[in-house]
């Protein structure tokens, strides 16, 4: 198994940090940018895209900071958190990505990420 490379992306997002986080941390909210759908039971979250289902565990989180999940198929400590960066002078928020790809694929999951902030973008109405 190889290592996987850690990335960090960081968006702009014309949101309240408590509205975003309802996107980050809930099934609805999931729903509506990251995946097709999204159930949870407890701490397992299950994300469908197009027919295509895939697990992962909420590991950490606190509200309306980041949330922290980790994709159960994974053998590895990879995971993908999600955190709300509040500056502090301009009060503009940013939504910080950090997620493990292999090294040849690192763009290509940039890219989805970019693909699906676009669309938690519009859904939360931020250019």
Do not use: C, H
């Not at 809930?26 to 729903?31: A, K, N, Q, R, V």
């Not at 949870?40 to 309306?64: N, P």
């Not at 994974?74 to 509040?86: C, G, K, P, T």
């Not at 940013?94 to 699906?116: G, P, R, T, Y």
């Amino acid at each position: 198994m190889s290592d996987k490379t850690k990335f960090e992306i960081e968006f702009v997002i014309q949101s309240s940090p408590q509205l975003l986080y309802q996107y980050l941390s809930t099934p609805s909210g999931l729903s509506e940018w990251f995946a097709d759908n999204v159930n949870s039971r407890g701490e397992l979250f299950r994300f469908i895209w197009d027919g295509t289902e895939e697990e992962a565990k909420l590991l950490k989180r606190k509200s309306e900071e980041f949330v922290r999940f980790a994709w159960e198929e994974n053998d590895d400590d990879s995971y993908f958190e999600m955190r709300i960066i509040v500056d502090e002078i301009t009060k503009d928020v940013s939504l910080f990505i950090i997620d493990f790809a292999e090294e040849d694929e690192v763009d290509e999951a940039k890219m989805l990420w970019e693909n699906q902030v676009t669309d938690l973008k519009q859904v939360l109405g931020s250019k």
